[in-house]
């Protein structure tokens, strides 16, 4: 039998005063126990003092809107934008799926030919920032390379 403060244990963690222990109670949550702190994650990644502890709560969101909230956030705004194209990959929808960032990552992590096609196409419309292009081009595959310069 699973003691009711055993199960609690994860989310009274997320509180302690020290980062260190509030970082790995948020790596160790289950996806099932993730799941049903998602709101108390997002809060953390939001405001918690610690830049790892809020890197922590990106990796363990798993709705990408609560994630586009973060792309604004200099210290997450990778993390976040990774997150987010992650998800979207494994067909969850998302209404940050337009951003610049999120795009570059979408590109980067594309399983087809015809996903990289679709992309590039969105690219050309969506990112007008010379230095998101210029890191995407950088980043990219070689054979992504030639297609994205032509932009």
Do not use: W, Y
């Not at 969101?61 to 909230?69: A, I």
């Not at 929808?93 to 969105?122: M, Y």
Request: with cysteine; glycine share 6%.
């Amino acid at each position: 039998m699973v003691k009711f403060g055993k199960l609690l244990k994860g989310k009274d963690r997320l509180g302690d005063a020290d980062p260190e222990i509030r970082r790995r109670a948020i790596q160790e949550l289950n996806p099932q126990k993730g799941e049903s702190l998602q709101a108390e994650l997002a809060d953390l990644a939001q405001h918690d003092s610690d830049i790892p502890v809020r890197l922590a709560c990106v990796e363990k969101l798993t709705e990408p809107d609560l994630l586009g909230v973060l792309l604004d956030q200099p210290a997450l705004t990778q993390a976040a934008a990774t997150r987010i194209a992650t998800l979207m990959g494994a067909g969850n929808p998302c209404s940050f799926a337009g951003h610049p960032l999120v795009l570059r990552e979408r590109l980067l992590i594309a399983g087809s030919d015809e996903e990289v096609k679709e992309l590039i196409e969105e690219i050309t419309h969506g990112i007008s920032d010379l230095e998101i292009l210029l890191d995407l081009v950088l980043r990219a595959k070689q054979e992504l390379r030639e297609p994205l310069l032509a932009l």
